[in-house]
């Protein structure tokens, strides 16, 4: 009975286990099949997501200070901005409130403020915006600009807008200002050049130049143009106009070269030469080339290869191939040499001299002549010979 009963009891329990065993088996099965139908149509199509650390794109900070430094080490700028948002993708940084320091070979160079700012740490380049003022530190130079932008590996700074750079000389307080639309500079040779509606402004004296395009070497303290130019001396009313000129400051001295127009009001001159040197400070104008000289009110009109004039004594020497034309009397004179005093109205003429009244056929030749243009009378005198030419 027993035997029976316990054969009974084990039979039962393996067919309850080969029961749970069959629903495991299948409810393994099922599984497996439902996680294969989820990746099939779900998962697969379900990008992964994977956690990024330090790769915030939209990150801002507050007051920081960014630096950047070149492949030897040496700093190529330091600014603080009161507010960066920093695109670490692609290493740049957005920012506000900016002001900051640019090096050349560990040496600050340039020193600026800007409203807002891009930084690219890749191309290492740098713009400013809106009431950018910046200052060339070797220099002194100070510049405005609505915009700049600076590019560490090219050494060179752009600008645009409404545009000005201005220096005082420490030594003689002279203030230099010139204004224009767009600069290209660069800081670490101190060479600006500034183009369209440039004007350029200086205190002492007071000088104007007007041209398209100008450039500044400050560190040789020479300003020079090769487009058209025009310069005008306001306090004694001189102005020239040229193809091309320059100004080395240091010299006080004004070149214009190609098609040179020198005028002057109050002595009622006019020169038209291939080149004028005009000192400025010595108040002389040279004439290395031939020119001409012109005086509508007193009738005169002079030729000569080279001259000289005093402004503050109000006079012009002439020499070499001289020749002079009188409206008054209709004369004419050629000689080596002459010296025209204007104020007195006196012309003196040396050396091979031959004057000329075709009107009344009269040659008069001598060693010199002395005219007075109030007067309009001509004396010759050292072996003079006179002539009537039919």
Do not use: H
């Not at 008069?364 to 007067?375: F, M």
């Amino acid at each position: 009975m027993d035997k029976l009963f316990y054969n009974l009891f084990y039979k039962l329990k393996s067919q309850r286990t080969r029961r749970w065993f069959k629903v495991l088996t299948i409810g393994a099965v099922l599984s497996f099949l439902i996680l294969i139908f989820l990746w099939l149509t779900v998962f697969r199509n379900t990008p992964i997501v994977t956690p990024q650390t330090n790769s915030n794109p939209g990150s801002s900070l507050s007051n920081i200070t960014l630096t950047e430094f070149d492949e030897t080490g040496k700093l190529v700028w330091e600014i603080t901005a009161k507010r960066a948002d920093y695109r670490q993708d692609r290493r740049i940084a957005d920012v506000r409130g900016v002001s900051g320091k640019f090096y050349r070979d560990g040496k600050p160079i340039i020193e600026a403020t800007g409203s807002t700012g891009t930084l690219d740490q890749v191309t290492q380049v740098v713009t400013l915006a809106g009431q950018v003022k910046a200052l060339a530190v070797e220099e002194n130079i100070t510049m405005q600009s609505a915009q700049m932008t600076w590019e560490s590996k090219k050494d060179l700074l752009t600008a645009t807008g409404d545009l000005q750079i201005q220096n005082q000389d420490p030594k003689t307080g002279r203030l230099i200002t010139i204004t224009g639309k767009s600069l290209q500079a660069k800081p670490g040779t101190n060479i600006f050049t500034l183009e369209k509606d440039v004007l350029a402004i200086a205190s002492k004296p007071p000088l104007e130049i007007r041209t398209d395009k100008i450039t500044w070497s400050a560190t040789k303290k020479r300003v020079f143009s090769e487009s058209p130019i025009q310069v005008l001396q306001t306090k004694d009313a001189m102005k020239l106009t040229a193809k091309a000129g320059e100004w080395q400051l240091e010299k006080n001295l004004v070149i214009a070269r190609g098609n040179v127009i020198a005028e002057d009001k109050k002595l009622d001159l006019q020169i038209n030469a291939a080149e004028v040197q005009w000192d400025i400070e010595r108040q002389q104008v040279s004439l290395p080339e031939a020119f001409q000289a012109a005086s509508a009110s007193r009738g005169i009109t002079i030729k000569a290869d080279k001259g000289l004039a005093q402004l503050n004594e109000q006079s012009i020497e002439l020499v070499g191939n001289v020749n002079a034309g009188f409206t008054a009397t209709q004369g004419t004179v050629s000689c080596d040499r002459v010296e025209w005093k204007i104020p007195s109205q006196s012309v003196i003429a040396t050396g091979n001299l031959s004057y000329e009244q075709p009107q009344n056929s009269l040659r008069i030749s001598g060693q010199k002549a002395v005219a007075n243009l109030e007067e309009q009378s001509v004396q010759v005198t050292g072996e003079v010979i006179s002539e009537f030419v039919p």
